[in-house]
């Protein structure tokens, strides 16, 4: 079964320091993973898509790291910031069909306290 | 941020009624997507369309129907609202012409049905 896992459930940290989220996936065949962001009430913002070859991609203070072997990928977030209090998503496409089938996790709640 | 807009934003409506959420996007992208999302869990897909005239239901089975007259506009009705169509509705589009065919997403409706 077609799967994504994410840890922790939740996550609270101090303003400025670094935390690292986790996404565990079974999704078979693989073509992307993707980390979004989702502040309360909104929609989801992509911060990174990674394919298979890729193992790290940063924007900004946020970088992922994707081990297609293993099948984990993790958010490493630096200098964390109020703003960055959200819900982090990590989501996995398929090749299985030409609609590239988006596998969701139920995301890691992130609190930024000053 | 992506062109793409969901109205209303919250609606509060009785048992029975009829009701329509707006989603419309801008960027000439022929896919276009509806998602259910509780509080705290995955988003799950319930409605995707290809192209205009073009409509498919997803895998989470939903009392809901869309159509596709236009690329520009997916909106989604419910013909008797029940308090378990309480949710939130994101409403998302993709290109096919686009690479990593990354899906952006609208800002959500926040239904819930007294």
């Known amino acids: 079964k077609n799967q994504v896992e994410q840890s922790p459930q939740s996550l609270i940290i101090l303003e400025g320091k670094n935390c690292t989220l986790q996404c565990n996936y079974t999704v078979s065949p693989f073509s992307n993973l993707r980390w979004y962001k989702q502040d309360t009430g909104r929609g989801p913002v992509s911060l990174t898509i990674?394919?298979?070859?890729?193992n790290t991609k940063s924007n900004g203070r946020y970088t992922a790291t994707l081990d297609a072997d293993t099948k984990q990928s993790s958010l490493h977030i630096t200098a964390s910031q109020l703003s960055d209090s959200a819900s982090y998503i990590c989501v996995v496409s398929d090749r299985g069909s030409t609609l590239g089938r988006l596998y969701f996790g139920r995301g890691t709640q992130l609190t930024v306290w000053p | 941020e992506a062109d793409i807009y969901q109205t209303p934003r919250y609606l509060v409506i009785g048992t029975g009624k009829k009701i329509t959420l707006e989603c419309s996007q801008t960027m000439g992208h022929d896919k276009m997507y509806w998602y259910q999302q509780d509080p705290g869990m995955e988003l799950h897909l319930i409605h995707y369309s290809y192209g205009v005239n073009s409509t498919e239901k997803g895998d989470l089975s939903s009392e809901s129907t869309v159509s596709r007259i236009r690329t520009e506009h997916f909106p989604l009705t419910l013909e008797s609202a029940r308090p378990s169509h309480t949710s939130q509705y994101l409403c998302?589009?993709?290109?096919?012409?686009?690479?990593?065919?990354?899906?952006?997403f609208g800002p959500g409706t926040r239904l819930t049905v007294t």
């Open positions: 998302a589009s993709s290109s096919t012409t686009e690479h990593d065919y990354e899906q952006y």
């Open positions: 990674m394919t298979f070859s890729e």
